[in-house]
């Protein structure tokens, strides 16, 4: 079964400085995985995403993630935090067109 | 073109009565999905729809809850009936249905179900 594992609940960290949200995975085959930012009040939002290939993703607002397989991770980084940065954000697993398995979130509070 | 869309955004309720989520998806989506997030834990698949069809609904949790998708349309996830373990924020999320490629799954905003 595929799982994720997010150790982080709450990670705060001034703005400016660098970010990186931890993530773990457990999948059978090559997985997909994704990282989601919730914003309050708003829905999930794509960050980025691996399927195969360069094992460092670029995305949205700034976002990377690196994939290590021999690790199991896809940890999200951002060099420079903006306190827009702050919400709530997921990492998941899954296949194309099918479910996808969430993590419990990393909450980021972004100091001044 | 509008994304995903879910009503109500709220809901309160009261143990024993029945609740409506409704979802519609992009239009020209055949895959749609129901999340839902307990007590802010994890997000956790409920079911996933192949335009009318139930193609996966290995997470629905028991038999009060039911998913519809008449017409391969929107879709509707009905409570009933309702027990305070069911409050949460319930996700409907819909994708594209093209083989060989990867279909990213859209989120709509959600609906915040609270039991009372």
């Known amino acids: 079964a595929q799982s994720v594992t997010q150790p982080d609940i709450h990670i705060t960290v001034s703005e400016g400085a660098s970010l990186e949200l931890r993530c773990n995975y457990s999948y059978g085959a090559t997985p997909y995985l994704f990282w989601y930012v919730q914003s309050p009040g708003q829905g999930l939002q794509l960050l980025l995403k691996?399927?195969?290939?360069?094992?460092l993703v670029q995305g949205i607002k700034g976002f990377e993630a690196e994939f290590k397989r021999s690790q199991s991770s896809f940890n999200l980084r951002k060099p420079s935090v903006h306190w827009s940065d702050a919400a709530e954000y997921f990492c998941a697993v899954g296949a194309n067109a099918g479910k996808s398995t969430f993590g419990d979130g990393t909450t980021l509070t972004v100091k001044p | 073109e509008a994304g995903v869309t879910q009503f109500p955004s709220h809901s309160v309720i009261e143990k024993g009565q029945t609740v409506t989520l409704r979802c519609d998806p992009i239009?020209?989506?055949?895959?749609l999905y129901w999340y839902r997030r307990v007590m802010g834990k994890e997000i956790k698949f409920l079911l996933h729809f192949v335009k009318e069809s139930k193609q996966d609904e290995s997470g629905m949790p028991n038999n009060r809850f039911l998913a519809e998708r008449t017409g391969g349309t929107y879709s509707t996830l009905k409570v009933q009936p309702a027990e305070l373990e069911d409050s949460g924020v319930y996700f409907c999320?819909?994708?594209?249905?093209?083989?060989?490629?990867?279909?990213?799954?859209?989120f709509g905003p959600g609906t915040r179900l609270t039991v009372l």
């Open positions: 999320a819909s994708s594209a249905l093209t083989s060989g490629f990867y279909n990213e799954q859209f």
């Open positions: 239009s020209g989506h055949d895959n």
């Open positions: 691996y399927f195969s290939g360069d094992t």
